[in-house]
């Protein structure tokens, strides 16, 4: 496995959706592979929700980020994706991936320093939307040199933000990949997320998001991924990693015991999230994903209107047989909007029984399907 380093891209201000501005701003990337002299063999890539700039390779340190940079991080996220031959060939394409603004593996976001008072933004941090996040890598790509890009990629929320880049820079790019992903959020999402960020909010130790001189809200973001756990992977898989899993997680309970290694095993799944990532990161993000609609995001008033400039792109839509995070039917949509407004796409499902997170888990399973589609 290839050693790689995180790089660090600094630009003066972003004004966000909200009409705030976000000033400096500073990205953490990671670059594959590399870009020919015609700068048009370029993929950009689009983390999960709590992933991060480091999707493939080997990554022992990111400066900056601290105790959350675990070996849960360090090897590429996309790995099993990413490379010579692989689904995204590193022989043909320069991949580019970068951690969000709002994250905490590099980018600017809630436990940078706010320059204006010398301490980290916390609870002052800025509420980002996905368009936020998509403008804020146009300067990253002027940048490196690239006009357009090849692909734009993406799985999961980074599927969203794939569409959000491809709807509204369609100049910039010609080949769409958004895999297990939505139109917009639905109910459920919205509930889940709610749940999700007052979790997080009613942890006594949040303080407003103003807790990095203090002790960090780690049982409010432990039982906030215990509540999204359960849709990234199938019950089938929970069942079977459960009993699988042989130590027991210790007693926080007062009244309650844990009785059983399904209790044990979620109990460790959120254990595991508090020991790479932020509270403040986590809700910016989920809130962010509540506010995504792509009408609503970006102005259109019907779907014509919004894929009225696309009609040069070519897109592959994939789905997850049993994905409960985001249903299939969310991706058949896409698909059939797409269509009935002119632009080419072709639809792949993969028979999986791992839910949400066979994307990051069973490569051939996607490979042939994004090579294709990728074929210049």
């Known amino acids: 496995m290839e050693n790689v380093e995180t790089k660090f891209f600094e630009y003066d201000s972003l004004t966000l959706r909200t009409g705030e501005t976000l000033s400096p701003v500073t990205l953490a990337y990671e670059t594959y592979g590399e870009l020919n002299e015609a700068k048009d063999n370029a993929i950009l890539l689009f983390h999960a929700l709590t992933g991060s700039q480091h999707a493939a390779g080997f990554n022992p340190d990111v400066p900056g980020v601290g105790e959350h940079w675990n070996s849960e991080c360090q090897t590429g996220w996309w790995e099993d994706f990413i490379g010579p031959g692989k689904a995204l060939?590193?022989?043909r394409f320069f991949v580019v991936c970068a951690n969000y603004i709002g994250g905490c593996y590099g980018s600017t976001g809630p436990s940078s320093i706010n320059p204006a008072t010398g301490k980290p933004y916390g609870g002052s941090f800025p509420h980002i939307q996905f368009g936020d996040i998509v403008d804020s890598q146009i300067p990253l790509l002027d940048h490196l040199g690239i006009g357009k890009l090849h692909a734009v990629v993406g799985a999961s929320l980074g599927g969203n933000l794939t569409l959000n880049f491809a709807v509204r820079y369609p100049e910039r790019v010609d080949h769409v990949i958004p895999i297990a992903c939505g139109l917009?959020?639905?109910i459920l999402t919205h509930a889940h997320n709610l749940e999700q960020i007052l979790a997080i909010e009613n942890d006594p130790?949040?303080?407003?998001?103003n807790y990095y001189d203090g002790v960090p809200p780690v049982r409010g973001l432990a039982l906030a991924r215990m509540i999204s756990h359960k849709t990234f992977v199938s019950l089938h898989v929970i069942e079977q990693r459960a009993?699988?899993?042989?130590?027991?997680?210790?007693?926080?309970f007062s009244w309650y015991k844990i009785r059983s290694p399904l209790e044990s095993f979620l109990l460790h799944q959120g254990r595991k999230l508090v020991k790479r990532f932020d509270a403040n990161s986590y809700i910016q993000l989920v809130a962010a994903w509540s506010k995504y609609d792509l009408l609503e995001n970006t102005g259109a008033k019907t779907y014509a209107a919004l894929f009225a400039p696309c009609r040069h792109?070519?897109?592959?839509?994939?789905?997850?047989?049993?994905d409960v995070c985001f249903y299939p039917d969310e991706q058949r949509?896409?698909?059939d909007r797409l269509i009935e407004n002119g632009i080419e796409c072709e639809y792949h499902n993969v028979p999986s029984d791992k839910g949400h997170d066979s994307f990051l888990l069973e490569p051939d399973l996607y490979t042939d399907a994004i090579r294709n589609?990728?074929?210049?």
Do not use: M, P, W
């Open 89 to 91: 060939d590193t022989d």
């Open 184 to 186: 917009a959020s639905t």
């Open 205 to 209: 130790n949040f303080c407003d998001g």
């Open 243 to 252: 009993h699988d899993r042989f130590e027991q997680e210790h007693d926080e």
């Open 313 to 322: 792109q070519k897109y592959l839509v994939i789905s997850i047989d049993d």
């Open 333 to 335: 949509e896409i698909r």
């Open 373 to 376: 589609a990728l074929a210049i």
